[in-house]
């Protein structure tokens, strides 16, 4: 990876991160990121917990979807959403720090795959994120 790469998925993360006031909202931290990768964390606030006081699912997608986001707009240019799903694997509790990590699979001039893990404090896996993105802009 070259150093302009890097400073471009830098400068894109921070100029998204700035204007997305739903991550903020939910407490989203981005810890990392680089071309094609990105790793966000987010603690799973007492707010946060649904009727069987587990995380809502829609939260912890919400965790994985901004992870993806980060890591497909790495490259600079618009890129948004074009499908994405989710399998939950196991609950997030209140006081669980999770963490998301996406990954580039792989990358066209319009198109990109994206796999992103979130896992617990502990490292157990608690979803799989699967994305596709397009290129708008």
């Not at 587990?54 to 497909?72: E, N, P, R, T």
């Not at 799903?85 to 006081?95: C, M, S």
Request: aromatic letters at 6%; glycine letters at 10%; one cysteine or more.
């Amino acid at each position: 990876m070259s150093d302009a790469a890097q400073a471009l998925a830098e400068r894109s993360a921070a100029a998204m991160y700035a204007n997305d006031r739903a991550s903020q909202s939910l407490g989203m931290r981005i810890l990392e990121t680089r071309p094609g990768y990105a790793k966000l964390a987010m603690l799973v606030r007492e707010d946060m917990l649904n009727g069987v006081a587990s995380c809502h699912g829609g939260l912890i997608f919400s965790l994985a979807d901004s992870a993806f986001a980060f890591s497909c707009n790495s490259h600079g240019g618009t890129v948004v959403a074009a499908a994405a799903a989710i399998d939950f694997l196991a609950p997030a509790r209140g006081g669980d720090e999770l963490t998301a990590v996406a990954v580039e699979r792989w990358r066209s001039k319009r198109n990109g795959v994206y796999e992103v893990t979130v896992a617990n404090q502990n490292g157990d896996t608690i979803a799989l994120f699967r994305g596709r993105s397009h290129v708008v802009g």
